[in-house]
């Protein structure tokens, strides 16, 4: 056990207004205040004190008032910044909104993968090659699936795949007919 050579205790500083401890620690976090710190590519040096063991840093203690008001605000900015992304989060997937449907291609499409990419399909890794419109997906064996059918947004504004999506995607895409002749 090496012993530190830096104290590591802490030290009052101050209280503010809202009864946060704001305490000072001499000793440095990464070694512990001893100056050594293992690593593949140094000599045990700690890199962040230098090897002197004394890298002071502040280690807040709030009030549990002061700590729920502001995990709630944290909550509230979390919500605020889901929410603007839905929109980006719901296109990521491959619709246009909440209400759109996409139009999954059946059946094996690695032979006509090249063909289905001029058409303006495009693929996703759970849905396989699927059309966002319906007039794009006409000539082509498709099933339409519908947002609300996979997905659900829930009450932190984030998209989630309902309990048995995995199914009604694999049932489109395991539709038996046969291709039309792109071209013919």
């Known amino acids: 056990m090496i012993t530190p050579k830096v104290s590591t205790e802490r030290k009052l500083v101050k209280i503010d207004k809202n009864g946060t401890k704001h305490w000072q620690v001499d000793a440095c976090p990464k070694c512990g205040g001893t100056g050594v710190y293992w690593s593949r590519t140094d000599d045990m040096t700690c890199w962040r004190c ?7 840093y502040i280690v807040k203690e709030y009030t549990p008032e002061h700590a ?12 605020k910044k889901n929410k603007e992304r839905l929109p980006q989060e719901i296109k990521y ?3 246009k909104d909440e209400n759109s449907s996409i139009f999954i291609v059946a059946g094996n499409t690695y032979p006509i993968k090249k ?7 495009r693929f996703h890794s759970w849905y396989g090659w699927y059309f966002s ?4 997906a006409k000539d082509w064996d498709t099933t339409e699936i519908k ?4 997905y659900t947004i829930n009450e932190y504004f984030t998209v989630v795949a309902k309990e048995g999506a995995g199914e009604i995607i694999e049932k489109a895409k395991q539709k038996t007919n046969s291709y039309k002749e792109v071209g013919a």
């Open 115 to 121: 063909q289905l990419s001029e058409a303006g399909a």
């Open 133 to 136: 419109d319906a007039k794009d």
């Open 68 to 79: 729920d008001v502001l995990a709630k605000k944290q909550r509230e900015r979390g919500l």
């Open 147 to 150: 947002f609300s059918d996979i």
């Open 50 to 56: 230098g090897g002197t063991g004394y890298s002071p």
């Open 93 to 95: 997937r491959g619709f």
